[in-house]
């Protein structure tokens, strides 16, 4: 007698990307208290299951949900704001001014509605985000049901949100403490980078992530100039100085690591600390290219983020994907460096084990949670289908999900967002932009 379950998906094409990258075709995927139950040929699986739900995938492809490593999902409202500038100037003279006047509650709010539908309707369940006020951000993505893992930007001088460094820990503590217990978002500990924290805060950051057993991400070796003002100060590049410090562990991951050396990388390998590549984003602050070949090579783990949507300027991570497929290649001269597998494995499995949770997530596998997106191939940009991967990799756009499942749970049905308004959310935005234009800062 066929088993009772919660929802099956019907005859779609499995990318799983498994340990053995394994593709199925003509899959059922079965999905009972939010994890796969059974994903096997469509045949084996009808028969075995009897759901209370099914989604018919003809011409779909079931991948497993993105994950977005690095963001900073509220920043959405920045879009646009100031482009073609260097890091340094962007963020100083543009983004730090514009924060100070506007983020409060109701922007954190909105902004990251705004983002959690980009996020969702491009195909990305996890993300992991930092950025101010992030226990406002907790409440609005408990309704939208995204996954998330976020973090207070911890910093030596005043922030919107936190006075001193001082009480900018005490808001990581509350939030690791608020977050306790709840299924789809975890806290972690997020010192913004060498050259804006002291190191009695980079210590202090460490020491919080340990005792509270949360991920720690900061921003490591962006830009070149960052490498030589900590080498000049302190002795060591920053990879190095992190690492003295005790910052680099296995709970942490680094975001960009553009600038380092070979020495760098054998102590990334050493502390067993994930890189997060954000190829877009370098690209459009020109900040450099991470040495993403050389990091896989040695076994270091890389995942893949956007960064936030003021420097990339979307959430897309089959951008993503698409980029630092390309990239490396005419980076090294090699059309060999980072296959279409590597690019999304990074963009899945990458980003799971960077968390700790590539045993909950990244794939799709048994017992796994059903975090799954399905692509709607029945375009011509997708037609005709050789190689799922390569097709992935280098046609597919996040216009094309159609379905998306957090949980087991459908989220996104038919390119429909289910869990709020979002035209009243595109409102909001429109009229924040308004008020916005025009100003000088």
């Known amino acids: 007698m066929p088993k009772q379950i919660d929802l099956l998906i019907s005859g779609c094409l499995a990318v799983t990307v498994d340990k053995n990258f394994s593709v199925i075709e003509n899959a059922g995927i079965a999905i009972d208290d939010g994890k796969i139950v059974d994903i096997e040929k469509n045949e084996d699986v009808i028969k075995a299951y009897r759901a209370r739900k099914t989604v018919s995938a003809k011409n779909k492809i079931a991948i497993p949900g993105l994950i977005n490593a690095h963001t900073h999902a509220a920043m959405v409202y920045f879009r646009g704001l100031a482009d073609d500038l260097p890091l340094k100037e962007w963020l100083e003279n543009h983004i730090w001014p514009a924060e100070s006047r506007y983020v409060n509650a109701e922007f954190i709010r909105n902004a ?138 296995e709970k942490t991951s680094a975001a960009h690591v553009n600038w380092i050396s070979r020495e760098d990388m054998e102590i990334l390998k050493e502390a067993k600390t994930g890189v997060i590549h954000n190829p877009q984003s370098n690209m459009k602050l020109a900040t450099g290219i991470c040495p993403v070949p050389d990091l896989l090579k040695m076994g270091i783990t890389v995942g893949l983020g956007t960064d936030g949507a003021a420097s990339n300027n979307d959430l897309d991570m089959f951008g993503e994907i698409q980029t630092a497929a390309r990239l490396h290649k005419i980076a090294r001269k090699d059309p060999t460096v980072i296959s279409a597998k590597q690019a999304l494995w990074m963009a899945t499995m990458g980003g799971a084990k960077s968390f700790g949770l590539d045993k909950e997530i990244g794939s799709l596998e048994i017992n796994k949670k059903a975090d799954i997106v399905l692509l709607d191939t029945n375009k011509p940009h997708l037609v005709p289908l050789y190689d799922a991967h390569s097709q992935l990799a280098y046609s597919a756009k996040g216009s094309d999900v159609d379905t998306v499942i957090i949980d087991g749970k459908i989220i996104v049905e038919n390119c429909n967002l289910l869990t709020c308004n979002e035209e009243k959310i595109l409102n909001k935005a429109r009229l924040f932009s308004k008020k916005l234009k025009g100003i000088t800062f």
Not at 189 to 198: I, W
Not at 217 to 244: C, F, P, R
């Open 112 to 249: 990251v509605k705004l983002a959690a539908i980009e996020m969702l309707k491009s195909g990305t369940t996890t993300f992991c985000d930092m950025y101010f006020l992030p226990n406002v951000a907790a409440e609005v993505l408990e309704d939208v049901k995204i996954k998330a893992i976020l973090g207070v930007p911890l910093l030596d001088f005043p922030t919107p949100v936190s006075k001193s460094p001082e009480e900018g820990l005490k808001n990581a503590q509350k939030l690791i403490e608020s977050l306790k217990g709840s299924s789809r978002l975890m806290a972690a500990v997020m010192p913004h980078s060498p050259y804006t924290c002291s190191s009695g805060l980079l210590k202090q950051a460490a020491e919080m992530s340990k005792e509270y057993d949360v991920p720690l991400q900061i921003h490591l070796a962006e830009e070149k100039w960052e490498n030589e003002k900590i080498i000049s100060e302190k002795g060591m590049t920053s990879v190095a100085y992190l690492n003295d410090l005790t910052v680099l562990s």
